[in-house]
């Protein structure tokens, strides 16, 4: 149980949801260390996530990352840690496991409480993350509520209303593809590599938006929806069509424009329906999280359409909008100051499937 005399709380946070080993120590809401072990190069002869390679590495470089991440955050042994944050959910089931047995047994031998954390609540909630010195990554003075999270991942594709902190509902979200799995499956169509959001943001860098005309599917549904199949499927016939009447030669020399294109298609199908529930729903902020939020194009034009419509608008610092652990040690000591920590630890398994509407759940 927290204490309600000690005001300082250190939180560790782990996530092993996909392919990334993170873990963070916080102090407070305050970051101390941010430690991140990528397997991308695991993966990428997959060209996608291995699940069971996933676990193999998450397993063998769990502890090392611990005691990384103790080390940098000054906190240096686990007996002064008050909290463990841990994902137990969405994600890939044996990447989750690693994480979730990590935090049992630690728990268990020293004696410290859990937190079980819905890894969308953590992309939800990354903008209000501070530094060592208290200062906001994202210049958030305040949150203000209700607000509206947009969670745009590799997964995910989400508008969420927060009521308020810890109360979520879906408002919007993708009936198909998300937002970076558009982005990561038509950059393997134009030969990008994996993973291929950031690639192709950054060949985006040197095109025209306006060179190829790309559909918007359900730009004109009344609803908060999104669908990226029908742009995945239009890319597809298009670049086999190109590549076949330029050549490889010419063909390489289009592709800044196409992912221009592309870039653009998947930030205006995003832009209209936010700005659409922005403005029926009258949220006091929008923050938002997940990789795809690193996206440049996407940031400078919802800073100008929230501009317009006079609501402000928040991006977290591009460390913390792809996957992190501190983001999760962010939600569990929230969690903490009210008492949710998980009753019976050595019960506690993943849950892949759950939203970030289960992330009241009593656990
Ligand atoms: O949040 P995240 O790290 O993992 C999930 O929880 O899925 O998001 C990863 C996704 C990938 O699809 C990746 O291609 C995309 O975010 N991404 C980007 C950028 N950086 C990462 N997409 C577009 N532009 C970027 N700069
Ligand atoms: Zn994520």
């Known amino acids: 149980m927290p204490s309600k005399s000690k005001k300082v709380i250190y939180t560790l946070g782990i996530d092993t949801s996909c392919d990334d080993t993170a873990v963070a120590v916080l102090k407070n809401d305050r970051v101390l260390a941010n430690v991140v072990s990528s397997q991308v190069d695991t993966h990428r002869e997959w060209g996608g996530v291995v699940p069971r390679l996933a676990r193999r590495e998450h397993e063998k470089m769990i502890d090392g990352c611990i005691a990384l991440a103790l080390r940098r955050s000054g906190v240096k042994y686990i007996e002064n840690i008050d909290v463990i944050a841990v994902t137990y959910g969405p994600g890939l089931a044996p990447a989750l496991e690693v994480g979730v047995r990590k935090a049992r047994e630690m728990s268990m031998e020293y004696m410290i409480p859990v937190v079980a954390v819905n890894h969308m609540e953590g992309h939800a909630l990354s903008t209000l993350l501070k530094n060592s010195r ?3 990554f994202s210049k958030l003075a305040k949150p203000q509520f209700p607000a509206i999270a947009v969670l745009v991942s590799g997964g995910h594709t989400e508008i969420v209303w927060i009521e308020e902190l810890g109360k979520y509902e879906i408002i919007g979200q993708t009936l198909d593809d998300a937002a970076g799995e558009a982005f990561d ?8 590599g994996y993973p291929g959001g950031p690639v192709l943001a950054r060949m985006a860098e040197d095109g025209d938006p306006n060179s190829y005309p790309l559909p918007r599917p359900m730009k004109d549904s009344q609803d908060y929806h999104f669908s990226f199949s029908g742009l995945k499927t239009a890319c597809l016939y298009n670049t086999n069509d190109l590549k076949k009447a330029l050549g490889p ?63 402000p608008v928040y991006f977290p610092d591009k460390k913390f909008a792809t996957d992190n652990a501190s983001m999760i040690a962010l939600v569990g000591y929230y969690k903490f100051l009210r008492a949710e920590t998980v009753e019976c630890v050595s019960k506690l398994e993943r849950d892949p499937s759950i939203t970030i509407e289960h992330a009241l759940k009593k656990l």
């Open 134 to 136: 208290g200062v906001n």
């Open 185 to 192: 499956k038509i950059a393997r169509m134009l030969d990008l």
């Open 249 to 311: 030669k010419k063909f390489s020399k289009i592709v800044p424009d196409y992912c221009a294109s592309v870039q653009e298609a998947i930030v205006d199908s995003l832009l209209g329906k936010v700005s659409r529930a922005v403005k029926k729903k009258k949220p006091k902020m929008v923050m938002f999280g997940g990789g795809v939020s690193a996206n440049n194009r996407l940031r400078s034009k919802f800073r100008r359409e929230m501009k317009k419509q006079n609501i």
